[in-house]
């Protein structure tokens, strides 16, 4: 075997393997027998670059699927890319200053795809460096034909079942996104806003009313107040006028209304937020729009038509305060709804959109069907489930995005959705294959697109299979997954499955943290607390990187960033290149009998298995970590090798067999247990000493070798010895005149006269001691203060006596000392009595530890 450095050369075995694997090893078998293990793993929005937090996610994703794979599964690590939606059509907006109206329709798609691909790309590129075990036969792009005939198919087949309908409904708008968007893609932020308390004439007098939105005065449908607000009471039920429209609205009396709130009179308008939707529905208000899809006022608003809603407050509330209508206002603490993708402030428009409906009791039991990693993560789908008001909006008026298969009849405008065996298509770009009802073969077609959570809530059946597969491989067995995207991926997947298939999408949903910061902070350039995992692999490797994602807490938990773990991770692998290094020439798998220290490292190696194999189990990666770390350095390399150098350096023999066995078996193991965390210095071990892939073996099972209490003993025996070493100043390797050690468990003697480099006897029973005063030490601490200008003579006294006579003395109470002729009497701490503990006549030290006590000869 050639000679390895001294250095673990990281960058050198970490691209040496990522050039040289076969990754068709990764892939999933349709035709095993084996019991599959199918991950609905996440596809990332492909824009920007593969960072830490992602780095962090699929780390958890690949541990499971490499041990899941030594375990015998069937196992499916499937790569989709979410490639529809807005984050990456503001980008092509941004990079090629256009908007998306500016330039033709597929034109603009085609950008959209080219950056999605070069993003693609970049991901793989990282990907690979990461080391990770995906399996390349199962990747998806939602953009793709193949995967969109899929989600148009979901979509015809929940039309065709009811579950998605089309309505005139409000819906949250971004106006400078121009489209709809869902209620879980809106954020809420706090601002300070202004209430204006303004006069409204009523048929006899004013009433007050108060608003922080005045430029919705035009769409102004009632006023409320509540029942009992009993200053109210002659109004309900009346008419007061709209100032500056000069419209008559209704004074309604509802439960909602707060009356501490401004003057205790509200205004409804169509709509400034969800409450003024639930009044319009259950008073069943008109409608009366005031603002467009550009987030332009309509001509409903008269003189402030054409302008922009900021435009429209400021120039109206000069307008009101002016004629005096406005006569008071104070600041005011507002949440606002704010599109998540580019913050601009939400309106609520009534439109004609696609539905899809929520069955939130539904959606809720099946949760409950699934396990969650941690527990108690499931709570936070059921909020988000009770939360539901209004089904899910699933149209977009944007481009880029899985066309709705559906026209409309330029005759009786009734929608027509296309049949399945048409599929994949754009409506723009087909018309469908058969006539209207009204026998009209005239279409307009769709032009909305779906919200893109319509692609990846479908992920778990297309992974399995689904449409096509007569064994649909329902349910798969795992999504790992944030916790930031419970509400949206998590419950559109269960909603959407269990729609189309009436079945859980997985078994079980393993919820990853956050990568923070090293400040503990989120990671942002602006925090300049950024880290890309390439600064990573250059500086330490990917397997630290990897290390660091087990070892930095549980799955669920945020985990910060922290460069003192890479060092360790780094260090960690070191210290086991150095064990390989010094172990490599000497090891070699035997059938020998193993002797006492063997087998209590036998048995601290099922051990490590078992607790390992348990906390993978559990998902408990950095559990399972640190069990790996402590046992290489203290078990394997502190203690065991210690013990075993000398049989290993030694002549040919059952003994030396023994040793070079249980050291390479100790190795191989470990190289298999760490092949889910570091698969590049895993392989280079495993495969230098057996010639195979570590990543096609499987994972290890405790042998039930019993713990050897005869060499745990000699263990403790030999760390006394080590300690006693040091004590005294000793050189570790420098001789002893000689060891004897009485333990009833019949001690081997040959590792312990190696590490000790003396002699060493083993006997049963206890030693017979004897334990002899040899010198008197007068404590002048004790005489000093008592006896003053006698002390040196009482001193000399002392140590003129016979040891054994104070000794007896000290036991008896007092020390007497004769001072010429004058007799003092001294407390029993006045002196103390050296005593030589003597085994056959000879000086010897005494060591205890818990089953062994060893005489030192001095
Ligand atoms: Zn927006
Ligand atoms: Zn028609």
Redesign the pocket.
């Known amino acids: 075997m050639s000679e390895l450095s001294k250095e673990y050369n990281f960058k050198q075995v970490e691209e040496k393997w990522e050039r040289s694997w076969d990754s068709s090893i990764y892939y999933f078998d349709w035709e095993s027998k084996k019991p599959q293990y199918i991950i609905d793993t996440p596809p990332p929005y492909p824009t920007g670059n593969f960072h830490i937090g992602n780095a962090l996610n699929w780390c958890y994703i690949d541990f499971a699927a490499r041990y899941k794979r030594m375990r015998g599964y069937n196992v499916m690590f499937p790569q989709g890319w979410d490639c529809h939606g ?1 984050p990456t059509e503001v980008k092509v907006e941004q990079l090629n200053h256009i908007t998306k109206n500016q330039v033709p329709r597929e034109e603009f798609r085609r950008l959209c795809e080219k950056l999605t691909e070069e993003a693609i790309d970049r991901f793989h590129k990282s990907m690979g460096r990461l080391g990770l075990s995906i399996d390349w036969s199962n990747e998806y792009a939602t953009m793709k034909p193949e995967y969109y005939v899929k989600t148009q198919t979901s979509f015809v087949r929940m039309y065709q079942k009811g579950q998605i309908y089309r309505e005139d409904h409000p819906v949250n708008w ?1 106006p ?2 121009g489209t709809a968007i869902a209620l879980a893609e809106v954020e809420y932020d706090s601002r300070t806003s202004t209430l204006n308390y303004m006069h409204f004439c009523a048929e006899d007098g004013e009433i007050e009313i108060a608003t922080s939105r005045p430029e919705l005065l035009a769409a102004c449908v009632a006023v409320a107040v509540h029942p009992e607000d009993q200053r109210y009471q002659k109004y309900i039920g009346r008419t007061v006028k709209v100032p500056i429209f000069n419209y008559s609205v209704p004074v309604l009396a509802d439960p909602a209304v707060d009356s501490s709130f401004g003057s205790g009179f509200v205004m409804i308008c169509t709509f400034g937020d969800k409450q003024d939707v639930r009044w319009w529905m259950e008073h069943h208000l008109p409608l009366r729009q005031a603002i467009d899809r550009g987030g332009r006022m309509m001509p409903i608003a008269g003189p402030y038509s054409g302008l922009t809603v900021e435009e429209t407050k400021e120039k109206i509330t000069q307008d009101l305060t002016e004629q005096g209508i406005i006569f008071k206002q104070e600041p005011l603490e507002q949440n606002v709804g704010l ?1 998540w ?2 913050k ?1 402030p939400i309106e609520i428009l009534s439109e004609q959109q696609w539905f899809v409906r929520i069955d939130a009791p539904e959606i809720k039991k099946m949760a409950e069907e699934i396990e969650w990693i941690p527990a108690h993560m499931r709570v936070r789908l059921e909020n988000w489930a009770d939360s539901m008001e209004w089904d899910w909006c699933i149209s977009r008026q944007r481009i880029f995005a899985t066309p709705i298969p559906a026209w409309y009849c330029k005759n009786c405008h009734e929608a027509l959705v296309a049949e399945e065996s048409w599929l994949p298509l754009d409506p723009n770009l087909t018309q469908p294959k058969k006539k209207c009802k009204c026998g009209s073969s005239e279409f307009i077609p769709e032009q909305d697109v779906l919200d893109t959570w319509m692609d990846s809530s479908i992920s778990a059946l297309a992974v399995a299979g689904w449409p096509d597969r007569t064994d649909l491989r329902m349910p798969t067995q795992l999504r790992p997954q944030g916790h930031d995207i419970i509400r949206t991926w998590a419950f559109y997947t269960i909603l959407r499955t269990r729609a189309l298939e009436g079945i859980r999408p997985w078994d079980a949903i393993l919820i990853n943290g956050m990568a923070l910061g090293e400040d503990g902070h989120k990671m942002s350039k602006s925090l300049n607390n950024f880290i890309r995992p390439e600064e990573v692999f250059e500086s330490n490797g990917a397997d630290a990187l990897r290390q660091w994602a087990a070892i930095g807490g549980s799955p669920g938990n945020d985990i910060p960033f922290q460069w003192k773990e890479i060092t360790a991770a780094s260090r960690f692998q070191q210290k086991l290149w150095s064990i390989f290094r010094f172990s490599l020439p000497l090891i070699a798998p035997y059938d020998a009998d193993s002797g006492q220290v063997d087998r209590w490292l036998s048995a601290e190696l099922d051990q490590l298995i078992t607790k390992t194999t348990e906390a993978m189990d559990r998902f408990q990666f950095d559990e399972a970590l640190k069990a790996i770390r402590a046992f290489a350095w203290d078990v394997l390399a502190d203690n065991y090798i210690e013990l075993v150098k000398a049989r290993l350096y030694g002549q040919d023999g059952l003994e030396k067999r023994a040793a070079q066995d249980t050291l390479f078996t100790a190795l191989e193991t470990l190289a298999r247990l760490m092949a889910p965390f570091t698969p590049f210095l895993s392989e280079e071990i495993y495969h230098t000493l057996t010639g195979q892939s570590v990543h096609v073996q499987s994972w290890p099972v405790a042998r039930g070798q019993p713990m050897d209490r005869a060499g745990l003993a000699i263990k403790e025996v030999a760390s006394t010895l080590r300690r006693y070493k040091a004590e005294k100043g000793v050189a570790l390797n420098s001789p002893l005149p000689g060891i004897v050690v009485y333990s009833d468990l019949d001690l081997e003697t040959a590792d312990l006269a190696g590490v000790a480099n003396s002699p060493v006897e083993s006997r049963t029973g206890k030693p017979s001691l004897e334990m002899k005063p040899i010198a008197v030490k007068p404590q002048m601490k004790v005489i000093g203060p008592r006896f003053r200008d006698k002390s040196q003579r009482i001193i000399m006294a002392l140590m003129g006596m016979d040891p054994a006579d104070i000794a007896r003395q000290k036991e008896a109470g007092s020390i007497e000392v004769d001072l010429d002729g004058e007799i003092l009497e001294l407390p029993p701490e006045a002196a103390e009595v050296e005593i030589q503990t003597l085994s056959a006549g000879e000086a010897v030290d005494i060591l205890k530890t818990k089953e062994a006590t060893v005489l030192v000869r001095r």
């Open positions: 807005l971004c400078r996104c599109c993708r580019c601009t």
